[in-house]
């Protein structure tokens, strides 16, 4: 057990901010979008995505309508220089999208970089370089002086062998990879020397990115630690403030919301959050949730079904099936009480409304999923997941006794086989249970007979094989109906009855109507349901009466008296 940790951790201070502003604030307009899947997300790739896998990808992020796009580490092989080199010399770029590549802060890497980029229309140019103290002092050996130096003249490199191809288009970024675990003033000094080194006007702006590379803690202190170098950047208003959010702790999505409110006007990160160790922010979650707020993202998802089966064979890495928003599973309940509120949410939804469906925070159709897998039922279920499907798929609205009765025989089946009931297991139960019972009585036809203000009935019944004809009177079909089933029962009694009209058949091309009868034998124990479905109300009645009887549980042995 970790009652306290086995080895000595620093806690990551507060940041003096007295005054924040970004508790009241709220986020009102999408961010620019950039991805990274093409680089950071397929470095993070047991089997980096081949050549063939990164252009679908880049066709589907252009397709989505991200503006850049991160596409390579032109400087770490062969394979990603080739890519970029394709994508330029292909015209594979539409013109309204700015590729992004990374280098690192050192100078042949950096030539390399800008190899790769050459005749291209517009690109940007990221340079990194960590500045955290184990960085400084682990990796590096080097002074904090001697890294601002490093950053400095990474940049002004970039800047000259920019200006050597003016045929281009170039923006610069700069990221001081470890941001979050580094000094404030520290990171300050950097970026304020990097952005003068660049040059950055307002109408020549620049891209700071200040990434979480690792997370280290909680999403108010990195939201706080945007605000302060929002606040206290020089040029602010000739920077675009980046963001570039990991997930080790599990809170990238928010840390990223609470950065968008402290400041932050862009966000990098990759299609469902893969990367490096936990990955990075999941941007489809993150645009999705400003969905749900009323803010357009200006991404479309509108197929996130398309978009996850993509993402999967790019990465070769399943999405979970609770993944929020896209997830197999993240629109299903199985929970009885679940089921419930969302068919009565459904029921009362209107169109052009506002979407207010309980359990679910955005609707279904909007992302391209339909409803036919929004309830499910296994023996966690309850009436509300039975009535649904059943509703839903095969037009047949139950009476509630009926529910009740019938949500017994679906749980007394889970309970005995286990797993899931699909719509059609239902429904096979349904037929087995009311619709064709492997009990002593069938149907076989029926003839009405007028007699002035009586309705006579001629009905033919098979009783365990053997055909048998039964004779009543009564003021309608139903009401004769039971009086001749009563030389089969005696006392038998309707408790209820209802018919529904149905949109689609259910018993070939002609079935069209549905009656359920609650019938007992008065004296002779509880009541219970039948069900008869036919084109022809009358015969589905008499069939639902027949049904009930059926399932009287009577003893049917001693009906050879009975006239055949």
């Excluded at 502003?21 to 047991?46: C, E, F, H, V, Y």
């Excluded at 009765?405 to 286990?418: I, M």
């Amino acid at each position: 057990m970790l009652q306290q940790p086995a080895t000595q951790y620093r806690p990551f201070p507060s940041v003096n901010i007295v005054d924040r502003q970004w508790p009241n604030k709220t986020i009102t307009t999408s961010p620019i979008w950039m991805s990274t899947d093409l680089r950071d997300g397929n470095q993070a790739l047991i089997e980096p995505m081949n050549v063939e896998r990164k252009m679908r990808m880049f066709r589907m992020l252009c397709e989505i309508g991200f503006k850049e796009i991160e596409v390579a580490f032109p400087s770490a092989s062969q394979t990603e220089f080739d890519f970029v080199r394709q994508l330029i010399e292909g015209d594979h770029i539409p013109k309204d999208v700015t590729i992004e590549v990374l280098t690192h802060a050192r100078e042949h890497l950096i030539r390399r970089t800008m190899e790769s980029l050459m005749g291209t229309r517009r690109a940007i140019v990221h340079v990194v370089s960590a500045i955290s103290r184990p960085f400084r002092e682990i990796v590096f050996g080097m002074s904090k002086a001697e890294v601002l130096e490093m950053a400095v003249s990474s940049a002004r490199l970039v800047k000259q062998l920019a200006a050597e191809r003016p045929e281009t288009d170039w923006v610069f970024e700069y990221s001081p990879e470890t941001f979050s675990a580094t000094e404030l003033e520290f990171s300050l000094e950097v970026c304020d020397a990097v952005t003068a080194a660049w040059g950055a006007t307002p109408d020549n702006k620049i891209i700071i990115n200040l990434p979480s590379s690792v997370e280290v803690a909680t999403p108010n202190v990195y939201a706080d630690q945007i605000e302060w170098m929002h606040r206290h950047l020089a040029r602010r208003d000739s920077i675009t403030l980046s963001i570039h959010n990991h997930n080790d702790r599990g809170t990238a999505i928010a840390s990223a919301e609470l950065g968008l409110m402290a400041g932050a006007d862009r966000v990098e990160g990759c299609l469902f959050g893969n990367g490096e160790r936990t990955g990075n922010v999941d941007i489809v979650t993150l645009a999705l949730n400003l969905y749900t707020q009323g803010v357009s993202p200006g991404l479309d998802f509108s197929d996130i079904n398309a978009v996850a089966r993509t993402v999967e064979y790019c990465n070769q890495l399943p999405i979970h099936l609770r993944h929020p928003y896209v997830g197999d599973l993240v629109f299903t309940a199985f929970s009885g009480s679940h089921q419930d509120a969302i068919k009565k949410g459904f029921a009362l939804q209107k169109p052009d409304t506002i979407w207010s469906v309980p359990y679910l925070p955005i609707n279904p159709a909007d992302v391209g999923r339909n409803y036919d897998s929004v309830i499910r039922v296994n023996s966690q279920s309850g009436k509300g997941g039975i009535a649904y499907l059943l509703e839903t798929e095969y037009d047949v609205v139950l009476p509630r006794r009926l529910l009740v009765e019938f949500s017994g025989e679906v749980q007394r089946h889970t309970d005995r086989f286990g797993g899931e009931m699909s719509a059609a297991d239902i429904w096979q139960l349904f037929i087995q249970t009311y619709l064709e019972p492997k009990k002593p009585l069938r149907y076989v036809e029926h003839h009405l007979l007028e007699h002035g203000n009586v309705q006579g009935i001629h009905m033919t019944i098979d009783i365990n094989g053997t055909t048998h004809l039964l004779a009543g009177e009564g003021n309608g079909p139903i009401d004769a109906a039971v009086n001749a089933l009563c030389e089969l029962v005696a006392n038998l009694h309707v408790h209820t009855y209802e018919e529904r009209s149905m949109g689609s058949s259910l018993e070939g091309g002609d079935a069209k109507a549905c009656a359920f009868i609650e019938v007992a034998q008065l004296g002779g124990g509880g009541e219970c349901y039948g069900v008869g479905v036919d084109a022809n109300i009358v015969t589905a009645s008499i069939k639902a009466l027949v049904s009930g009887v059926n399932r009287l549980g009577l003893d049917w042995t001693s009906c050879s008296d009975l006239q055949p």
